[in-house]
């Protein structure tokens, strides 16, 4: 295991680890390298598929919010390295509390993409069972799912399990007081638990100068947790930074935070207009620095993505792309009295006489003429 | 006059209190370069600077917790929080710090703080982004709590909010933010309505209808169309809920001897409790039926394709009506 002492993470080191450039090229890392050692052409390319692919996740989705098939969506467009490398460095027992933005990941944890919609069309707030795929579900609420993840963790020490849970968050969520508490309890409990901070620079209109005066990393060492801070565009770094975090938590060593530096090349959601606080050169910049770029060049620079792979690749897209669509697009709307359910798990004596209200309500519409009920049509 | 949308109505509000007091800040998250996720601070950090329109850290406690400090060097803050179902980071330091400190301290440290927050559902968002939290407000004593339903009042009240020595909890209907009304910008706030009083928004004979904030114009359209059926509904705006001004209530429900409350909040311990109750005392011998609550259901706010059946609409409320009046109705044959 690496020795940490020398990643403590000095609140002004601003160090960005990385393994490959923004041009393609295999740069060496003293920390990242034992922990990306494994990883051979074939498996890069397998994490090349799975960003080409959430990226055509984030285009359909996009796409069908402007066709009013989606309520909202949260971009993850230019972090495809950040949430392939995390979730592709752990296993399926580790427990993952993410945000909103994780849709690549709870696709690759196996959530259904029907399910996945799901929650953007607001046709339920949950697309996946968190026990099935353990994975917790989109967390709205800024940092809130930092403390879940250090609960979990603490559990898995109490049973004696060589387990991890994982918290993603974002860099605004740093300011939260409930991230500081999860950082306590974590250092506190010595919790295996891995906080995985992708810093894509805005929080909504906010830049992350705004929440921080040092690197995001330099915050866990005051609570006596390592840090690493990795090109977050640079999905093998992000995985070796993970596979560290998470050989730290699984032999006892406690938590870990990896700060991921990337960019949010879209906006917060499909709802926000970033061209009224950022620049477009900065944009521009970022481009320059594409996640999916670097791997493609280095891949084929190395003969392992020739035409054939790359059609291969293209047609898994197209193939989750049609799936997509069709499941979102078919996608019934949920039936009036789900209401009521699961608001308690037995009998409620108040909330079911107002489900056996409601239902009583609107069968009398049943007779009505069509279009004669606002109940089904439009908020007035 | 100026025809405005009722957040315009708020941008000019804030504009002119902050004209009018130096010591008048905005805090918030994206308030300031992006002019909120509404637009209701457009404009406003490029006019006022950021040291008056500070666009906070993501942190709600530290907005309102930092607000107090503010209070306690003389400055009036007001604070946007984003979005109703976001307020619960802050509420500590609401109900433990701001709502007491003025009893605590005996009277010698006043929290003139405003805390605006876009509430109410009606536009399709995901959770937490469409709630109806102004009843924990009214039940914590030490708090204001104010509801604004058209552009005119928002312009006013919000003015009042602000100058209020107390603090005060500003909630916007977010699903009318693009409703448009006359606003008398120079209208003198010493003759304006006080900042408690209720208001009759449509004279009526048979039946009291009771809201505020997003549901006053649907009360509205179901007293239009009750009158097509020849039924007169009183429709009353009650502006603010704390204190609940019972005054117009009970003199309309002297006349009427019905009385309706409607609001998105869930049902149990809800606004419409509250005056039910109030009312059963001031009127019980006015009363010619139990007062009727139409309100949200007792669930967490559903996703939004269900959002419909949650609301109430002008048919619900009709129904409501409908069982003040003893006139059939859904639950016909029901109740004992």
Redesign the interface.
């Given at each position: 295991m690496l020795d940490t002492s020398a990643n403590t993470g000095s609140p002004t080191d601003s160090v960005i680890h990385q393994l490959i450039t923004a041009t393609g090229t295999r740069v060496p890392d003293e920390v990242l390298a034992p922990f990306a050692a494994g990883v051979d052409n074939e498996q890069l390319l397998k994490l090349y598929q799975d960003m080409v692919v959430i990226r055509r996740i984030d285009f359909e989705a996009t796409a069908l919010q402007r066709q009013g098939q989606l309520a909202l969506w949260p971009p993850m467009l230019g972090q495809e390295a950040a949430q392939i490398g995390s979730v592709r460095a752990l296993v399926a027992e580790d427990f993952i509390f993410p945000t909103y933005r994780e849709n690549g990941v709870a696709y690759c944890r196996g959530a259904n993409l029907t399910g996945i919609m799901s929650t953007w069309r607001g046709s339920a707030n949950t697309g996946w069972d968190p026990h099935e795929i353990n994975m917790a579900t989109p967390q709205i609420i800024i940092g809130a799912q930092t403390l879940h993840a250090t609960g979990y963790a603490m559990g898995l020490t109490m049973e004696g399990k060589e387990s991890l849970a994982i918290a993603y968050l974002g860099d605004g969520a740093t300011s939260q007081g409930d991230v500081h508490e999860a950082m306590v309890f974590a250092a506190s409990f010595q919790a295996p638990v891995i906080f995985f901070c992708q810093n894509n620079h805005w929080a909504i209109s906010e830049p992350v100068g705004l929440q921080a005066h040092v690197p995001l990393a330099g915050r866990a060492p005051g609570y006596g947790i390592p840090s690493l801070r990795v090109d977050g565009n640079d999905v093998l770094a992000v995985l070796a930074a993970t596979q560290w975090a998470a050989a730290r938590a699984r032999s006892g060593g406690g938590p870990s935070f990896i700060e991921a530096v990337t960019y949010r090349m879209g906006p917060h959601t499909t709802a926000d207009d970033p061209t009224r606080y950022r620049e477009t050169s900065e944009l521009e910049e970022w481009r320059g620095k594409d996640p999916i770029a670097r791997v493609r060049a280095l891949l084929t620079n190395n003969g392992t993505l020739d035409a054939g792979a790359e059609a291969e690749v293209a047609a898994k897209a197209d193939a989750v792309a049609a799936e997509l669509r069709a499941g979102c697009i078919g996608m019934p709307d949920p039936e009036p009295m789900t209401l009521f359910d699961n608001v308690y798990t037995g009998e409620h004596a108040i909330l079911d006489r107002q489900r056996d209200h409601y239902s009583r309500y609107l069968g009398g519409f049943a007779g009505a003429p069509a279009g004669n009920s606002s109940a089904e049509g439009k908020l007035s | 006059m100026s025809t405005l949308t009722l957040t315009q109505a708020i941008n000019a509000g804030l504009r002119r209190a902050m004209d009018d007091d130096p010591k008048v800040v905005l805090l918030g998250?994206?308030i300031?370069?992006?002019?909120g996720?509404f637009r209701v601070t457009d404009g406003l950090m490029k006019d006022f600077g950021s040291h008056r329109v500070i666009?906070t850290?993501?942190?709600e406690?530290?907005i309102i917790g930092t607000a107090v400090g503010l209070a306690y060097k003389g400055f009036r803050p007001v604070c946007e929080i984003q979005f109703d179902?976001?307020i619960?980071?802050g509420f500590d330091q609401i109900v433990s710090q701001v709502a007491k400190l003025h009893m605590r301290t005996h009277g010698q440290v006043r929290m003139p703080l405003t805390i605006r927050v876009p509430f109410g559902g009606?536009i399709?968002?995901?959770?937490?982004?469409s709630e109806s939290p102004e009843a924990y407000f009214v039940h914590t004593s030490g708090l204001r709590v104010v509801s604004a339903s058209n552009p005119q009042d928002a312009y006013t009240l919000l003015r009042q909010a602000i100058a209020s020595d107390d603090p005060v909890l500003f909630f916007e209907p977010k699903?009318r933010y693009h409703s448009k009304g006359d606003v008398d910008l120079d209208a003198d706030l010493a003759l304006a309505p006080a900042m408690g009083a209720a208001r009759v928004v449509s004279s009526g004979t048979d039946v009291t209808l009771v809201t505020y904030g997003p549901l006053v114009?649907?009360a509205l359209?179901a007293a239009r169309a009750a009158a097509d059926d020849g039924i007169s509904v009183e429709v009353i705006d009650l502006r603010s809920l704390s204190p609940i001004d019972y005054g117009p209530l009970e003199e309309s429900v002297r006349r009427t001897g019905r009385l309706v409350i409607t609001h998105e909040a869930s049902?149990?311990l809800g606004l419409g409790a509250e005056i039910a109750a109030a009312m059963t005392e001031r009127c019980f011998n006015y009363l010619e039926a139990a007062p009727v609550r139409i309100t949200g259901?007792?669930?967490?706010y559903?996703?939004?394709?269900?959002?419909?059946?949650?609301?109430p609409?002008?048919?619900?409320m009709l129904?409501g009506v409908d069982r003040a009046l003893g006139r059939p109705n859904?639950?016909t044959g029901?109740e004992g």
């Open positions: - | 998250e994206d300031g370069t992006l002019g996720v666009d850290p993501l942190a406690s530290a179902g976001f619960y980071p009606g399709g968002s995901p959770e937490h982004h699903r114009a649907t359209d049902e149990t259901f007792d669930i967490p559903p996703p939004s394709k269900l959002e419909k059946h949650h609301l609409d002008l048919d619900r129904d859904s639950l029901l």
